[in-house]
C-alpha cells in the first residue's frame, strides 16, 4: 500500500463526492422551487381569466408546461452531474 502524496488527501477525496452531491441538491432544489413559484402564477392568471369568461385553458394547459420544463432539465443536469 502506497503512501498518499500529503497526509490529508485521503481526506480530500471522501469530501469532494459529498460536497458535489450536496451542490447537486441545492441547485436542483433552488431549481424545483422556482420553477413551481413561476408554474403556480401563471395557472393562476389562466384561472383568473376563465372566471372573466375568456377561453383560455388549452392555452394555460400548454404553457403550464414549459416552467416544468426546467424543473425536469434540472433533475436530469444534477443526475449527470453526480459521478
Do not use: H
Not at 33 to 55: H, P, R, T, Y
Amino acid at each position: 500500500m502506497r503512501a498518499p502524496l500529503y497526509p490529508g488527501s485521503v481526506r480530500i477525496r471522501r469530501v469532494l463526492p459529498d460536497a458535489q452531491q450536496c451542490a447537486a441538491g441545492l441547485a436542483l432544489g433552488f431549481v424545483g422551487l422556482w420553477s413551481a413559484i413561476k408554474q403556480a402564477s401563471l395557472v393562476c392568471n389562466g384561472i383568473n381569466e376563465m372566471s372573466n369568461g375568456n377561453d383560455v385553458f388549452s392555452k394555460t394547459m400548454i404553457l403550464a408546461v414549459f416552467p416544468e420544463l426546467y424543473a425536469i432539465l434540472s433533475f436530469a443536469c444534477a443526475f449527470l452531474a453526480l459521478p
